[in-house]
């Protein structure tokens, strides 16, 4: 009986375990990114731009596949060209007439949009220089 015991309490500390470990992922999701809510001043580029950028757009714009030559995969690459992020001026930045659909610019992302906090975040971050915080 104890042998048996004992092989159950492996079996279920094994499970636990194994349950445990798949809890600890830290990974982001799309559902995580709709849930961040961009604020009207200080964006910070970590806490709300990054995620952001990870989900929707480091996908297609990473240094292994940079689509259009843009990397969006940490801030030195994204700031890396000051067209595409003008700091301090979000009317003159590319990165801001795609994601805002503008033509004759590519709409970006192509399939899912940015929720409209997003975009203004972004347009926020950049006016307020696309800082690395």
Known sequence: ??????????????????????????????????????PDSNVSYSMHVAPVFEIKCVPCHNSQ???????????????????IIFPGSDSTSILVFTIERIPPYAPMPPYEWLQRNHINGIRTWIREGAQNN
Not at 13 to 29: G, K, M, N, P, Y
């Open 1 to 38: 009986m104890k042998k048996h015991f004992q092989k159950y309490f492996i079996l279920i500390s094994l499970a636990c375990l194994i349950l445990f470990a798949q809890s600890c992922d830290d990974s982001l999701t799309s559902t995580d990114i709709d849930n961040i809510v961009m």
């Open 65 to 83: 596949r940079s689509e259009a030559g843009l990397d969006l995969s940490s801030w030195v690459n994204a700031t890396r060209d000051p067209t």
